[in-house]
């Protein structure tokens, strides 16, 4: 499975912020292209890959998405000098950004940055207690302002530049993992279903524009119009000062989220195929509508039955998100067991309350 | 490239080895001898025996790193690293950044607590040190312990590069750039005096290394090889900037532990101008280097500092200009030609 391990890492250096998407999208298509019958992109730019269940008759719809958007940042200003003002596409914290590296995708080429803050030399005391916001930070390119001005404009996308690290125990660190790692879920799925016979329908999506507000969720599910819509995205690994109820552990399995957003059975049906298979997972509880795409997938049209589920991670949108690859196996492995054993009644019952 | 190994190697204060490695290599050949003294300085000499002033050039080999104090044991943080600062380090540099420990590169990240978890107060504020944790990937404790020990020093894993218009990203140019300088001037120069050569150890925990190698040489005349703070970025007033990238090399007036010997600071200063190379005066009271120790050695020693300003010092990712560079080469260059005509010392 190690191809897979290598478009992983592929899919974490490449650059796609919301709404500009298109050059992960090219690498997913590439991916998932071996394992489907049909791929479109719908007008927002999310990708939707089918690949045809056994049987004729209805067969159940699934949809599995991923959204392969990153947290990103735009340029808003070239100051004197040819410093970059930068302004939000997604939320970092701005105080994970001081001294971090950066690429600017100008019409002509990347650029690699450092993003600057008021030197601490220069800061008194007191404002050194509190975090820069965003407004003071900037970036650097190391040229001239002449040459800045000729080749960046207002508008254009910067990302994170990190290169993967290989941790310990399969873990590995990197920029993207939020969600990414949830595409490469979709792709060991695909590779299992490849190998079994299965009468689903299945729509594998790499959703658009995630992280300013589940835009792409909503179009590509009234498009598709599944059975079953879920959600594939990162939640957060278990670290001091995280509550007990909010942190994952790593290598624990995947987590599946529960709660009034997410559909009761099809929840119940991926706890009872882990238990099945033996397949480690974890519960994770919301009270709210979850800060995924299945938020989206529950309202749109006449409504979906929706799930969430995918691997903790460590420092989330930061340069640094860490994981566990074997995490990203058990998810796989569920998805595909969840899948093999859907039939219409299954889906017949998801509306009897 | 000389540069690109001194900057990635790993040479946190007291465990300069990898540089110093580079360093004896690079100088085989070059010099007519090199010694090692009880702290580690590396001190080489050409024309030991000749008469004239005894001139010490001086860059120092260590740089911030971080030091591993505890493998932590709990139930959410089993097997992440607690660790402190070796040198000054601002703490607001250290979120999401890549490090290495050791001399095998263990990789590592620090993280925290992600933005989402954090409350509009947490936010607000920097994360002190104390919240940090180099996280590299191990299950619990145990399994940490199979790869990292207390007392192991890490490095940011920052790769060197050209970017922009001529200037070199990397960490560790403070102070890596002296010491690619020491290591030019020596491979290059022929001077009629003793040249002294000294790569010194613990600058950034108080100029330790120098104090003792400069007691050994023993200098007539002594210069610091520096990259220095560069803070010409926005929202800084001009008499705050300290350095200004591309300006030429920056002659020390006056820091935390020296105040230039003013007839060196005017030979230094006329010497540029005779030579046409641009200089600048480092225009910042903090700070210091190599130097503050160096002429209180012994019953006084009279030099300076020549630095390279560097953007962003002491952090991951760190800016330089190749011309300031060049232009500190020639004028260390220029310096020694004018000593070896009689110039400042006769």
Redesign the interface.
Known sequence: MDKHRDTLARLLTAHGGPGDESSVRRLIQEAFAPYIDDMTVDTLGNLIAFKRGEGDGRRPRVLLSAHMDEIALMVAKI???G?L?IEQTG???P???????VLVHTATGS??G?V???????TPPEE?????PLA?L?V?????ED?VRQRVRIGDRITLS?EV?????????CKSLDNRTSVAIILETLEWLSKYRHTADIYAVASVQEEVGLRGAYTVVHGVEPDIAIAIDVT?G??????AD??FR??GGPAISYGPNLHRKVFQGLVDTAEAHGIPYQIELSQSPV?ADAAAFQIVSGGFASALVGIPI???????E?G?YRDIEKCARLLAHYILQLDMNKVEDLSCY | MLLKRLSEALGPSGFEDEVRDIVRTELAGHVDGVETDVLGNVIAVKNGASEGPRVMLDAHMDEVGLMVVDIADGSTDGGLLKFRALGGIDPRVLVSKPVFIGKDRIPGVIGAKPIHLQSAEERSKPIPMDKLYIDIGAKDAEDARRVVKPGDVAMFATRFAEIGNGIIKGKSFDDRLGCALLVETLQSSSTPFPLYGAFTVQEEIGLRGARTAAHRIQPDIAIALEGTVCSDVPDVPSHGQATVMGKGPALTVQDAQTIADRRFLEFMLETAKKYDIPVQLRRVKGGSNDFGAIHRTRAGVIGGGISVPVRYIHAPSQLAALSDYEHAKRLVSAILQEIAQGGFWS
Request: charged fraction near 30%.
């Open positions: 100051e004197e000098g410093f003002r939320g970092f914290d105080r994970t950004l001081v001294g971090a590296e650029l690699i450092i600057g803050a008021k030197p601490p030399h220069l050194r207690k509190k975090a820069a003071d900037f650097d390119l190391g040229r001239s040459d990190r690290y290989q941790l310990r125990n399969d873990r590995f660190a957060f278990s670290f001091p000062g995280i509550a909010e942190g790593l290598d800060g460590r420092y989330m949108h930061t340069s640094v860490t566990s």
